[in-house]
C-alpha cells in the first residue's frame, strides 16, 4: 500500500513534534487521521488531513458453477425433507392456534366440495421440496415477493405462457391446501353489495339483467353476491396455480386448482367468530393498501348516516361515490370498520379451491432450478451518462410566438380622445389575450388593430379600459 501524501503542502514551517502532556487525555494528541504538528512562533496547534488513496472496486468474476447430478440431488432432497417436515408441523400448530376461528363455519363450506383423484411419479422428498419467493422471481417473468395473486411465465420452460398464481399467506388464510389432492378455502373481504360497480343510469337500461328485486346483478369478478354452492363447478372457472405457504420463505407446490365463489360468512356467523379473528381482519382492511375502496365506501355511508339519520339506500350511496373526489381523505378508525362488519355492510367472502391436477414436471423444474439456478437475463437499465460519453441529441427547441404589442383608438367620450398603448405583455389582459389569439388563429395575421368600432358579444366593458372591477 502506498504511503499516505498530506494535502496542505503549503502550510507547511518548520516543526517539532511534541508529546502529550502528562495526566491528559491522550485522545485530544492522537488523532486517527491527523498529525500534530507545533509551530515554534506560534502557539496554536493544527491537523494536516491524510488522504488515503482511493479504494478499486471489487471485480466480481463469474465463475463456473458445478451441474449437481441426479444422485446427488436425490441425496440433497433427502436430507432435507426431515428438516421440511418439521418445519411444515411447527407452522401449522402456530397457525391453528391463532386463527380464532369457528371451525362449523369452515367445516360446511369445505365438505361441499367435490374431490378429485391425485397421482404422482414423484417421490415423497421431490413432492415435500420447498422454494423461496426470491427463486420465482428470478426464474420467471412476472413473478412477485409480495402479492398474492401474479401471473407468471418461462419462455420454453413448463410454464410458457402467463399463469395465474395464489401465493397466500396462512396467517390470513389458514385454509389453504398443504398438500397435493386436498381442496381448501380462501379467505378474504369485500363490500357486500358493491355499489360503485353499477352505472349511474343503469336503473334506465333494460338491456342489464335483473333480479327479482328490481336490483341489477354484476358479473364481475370478486363481489360478494357472485356465490355459487360446491356442486355448481362448472365454467367459466378460474384455474391457477397454488403455491402453500409451508413455513416462513418456504413456499410448496400443491398443483392446478379450479376456484370459485361460495356463499360469504353471515351476520350470526360473524357473531360466532372469537374477537382475535374478528380484529385480525379489521386491522388488515385498515391499513392494507389494495382496500382503499371499501374504506371509502364505509366513510360515505357514514357520512350520509350522519346526515340523513337512517342507513343509505344503493342508490343514494351509489352516487354520492360518484361525487366523492379520489383526492378527498377517508379516515377510518377502528370502531367505525368493526361497526360496518357487525351491521353487514362488510362481509368476509369465501373461494373454494378444487383440485384439478398435479404437474410433475413443474415441480422438477423448481427442483432444479434451485439445485442447479439458472435465472432469466435482467432487462438493460437505464444508465446516467457519464462525463466522457458522447452527449445526447436532442430536438430543437422552438421559441415561443411572441405577441407584440399594438395602438388602439379610445371610444369617444367627453373625458379624453387621446390614443393609450396597450399594456405590457409580461401582464396581458386576459380577456383581450384570449380574442387576440382566437382572431389570429382565424385570420392568419400576426397583429390585428381591433377598433372601438368593432361590434362583438363581449359585452359593453369590451372596448372600455382595462379596469375589470366592479364598480
Known amino acids: 500500500m502506498p504511503a499516505p ?29 491527523g498529525v500534530l504538528i507545533k509551530r515554534e512562533e506560534e502557539d496554536d496547534v493544527v491537523f494536516l488531513k491524510i488522504v488515503k488513496p482511493p479504494r478499486k472496486k471489487a471485480r466480481i468474476e463469474h465463475m463456473a458453477h458445478d451441474v449437481d447430478t441426479l444422485d446427488e440431488v436425490q441425496v440433497k432432497l433427502e436430507s ?42 414423484l417421490s415423497q422428498a421431490e413432492q415435500m421440496h420447498t422454494v423461496s419467493r426470491s427463486l420465482i422471481c428470478k426464474h420467471y417473468r412476472g413473478g412477485h415477493a409480495q402479492w398474492t395473486y401474479f401471473e407468471m411465465s418461462r419462455p420454453g420452460g413448463v410454464i410458457p405462457t402467463p399463469t ?23 379467505l378474504d373481504s369485500d363490500v357486500a353489495e358493491p355499489v360503485e360497480q353499477l352505472d349511474v343510469d343503469a ?31 362448472n365454467p367459466p372457472l378460474r384455474e391457477l396455480v397454488v403455491m402453500s405457504h409451508v413455513s416462513p420463505s418456504h413456499w410448496r407446490y400443491i398443483g392446478h386448482y379450479h376456484t370459485v365463489k361460495v356463499k360469504p360468512f353471515s351476520k350470526a356467523e360473524w357473531a360466532r367468530q372469537s374477537d382475535k379473528f374478528k380484529n385480525k381482519w379489521v386491522k388488515e382492511i385498515i391499513k392494507h393498501g389494495g382496500s382503499e375502496s371499501m374504506r371509502r365506501q364505509v366513510w360515505q355511508r357514514k357520512q350520509l ?30 370502531d367505525d370498520m368493526m361497526q360496518a362488519y357487525n351491521d353487514g355492510f362488510l362481509v368476509i367472502t369465501v373461494r373454494a379451491l378444487r383440485f384439478v391436477k398435479y404437474l410433475d414436471n413443474f415441480q422438477r423444474e423448481l427442483i432444479r432450478f434451485d439445485v442447479n439456478p439458472d435465472p432469466l437475463p435482467r432487462p438493460p437499465k437505464n444508465r446516467k451518462r457519464r462525463s466522457g460519453d458522447p452527449p445526447q441529441r436532442s430536438s430543437p427547441k ?47 395575421v400576426d397583429e390585428i388593430n381591433v377598433s372601438s ?4 358579444d363581449d359585452g359593453p366593458d369590451a372596448n372600455s379600459d382595462f379596469d375589470y372591477t366592479d364598480n
Request: glycine content about 4%; overall charge positive.
Open 164 to 186: 395465474e398464481i395464489l401465493c397466500a399467506n396462512r396467517t390470513m388464510n389458514p385454509y389453504i391446501p398443504t398438500n397435493p389432492g386436498n381442496n381448501g378455502l380462501m
Open 305 to 334: 348516516q350522519e346526515r340523513l339519520q337512517r342507513d343509505p339506500s344503493k342508490e343514494e350511496l351509489r352516487k354520492a361515490l360518484g361525487l366523492l373526489s379520489s383526492k378527498r381523505k377517508t379516515n377510518i378508525s377502528f
Open 5 to 33: 501524501r498530506l494535502i496542505s503542502q503549503q502550510r507547511l514551517q518548520p516543526f517539532v513534534l511534541l508529546p502529550a502532556p502528562q495526566n491528559s487525555n491522550r485522545s485530544k494528541y492522537a488523532p486517527a487521521l
Open 398 to 444: 422552438q421559441e415561443p410566438k411572441v405577441f407584440t404589442g399594438v395602438k388602439r383608438k379610445r371610444s369617444k367620450s367627453s373625458d379624453s380622445e387621446d390614443y393609450e398603448s396597450e399594456p405590457d405583455n409580461s401582464q396581458p389582459s386576459p380577456r383581450r389575450s384570449q380574442r387576440r389569439v382566437k382572431q389570429e388563429t382565424q385570420h392568419g
Open 203 to 233: 336503473d334506465d337500461d333494460e338491456s342489464k339483467p335483473k333480479d327479482l328485486d328490481g336490483d341489477i346483478t354484476t358479473t364481475k369478478r370478486g363481489t360478494a353476491s357472485d356465490t355459487s354452492t360446491g356442486d355448481d363447478f
Open 80 to 121: 432435507t425433507a426431515l428438516d421440511l417436515s418439521l418445519r411444515a408441523h411447527s407452522f401449522d400448530k402456530k397457525v391453528k392456534k391463532n386463527q380464532g376461528i369457528d371451525e362449523e363455519t369452515i367445516r360446511d363450506r369445505i365438505v361441499s366440495i367435490p374431490l378429485s383423484s391425485f397421482t404422482t411419479s
Open 453 to 456: 368600432d368593432e361590434s362583438d
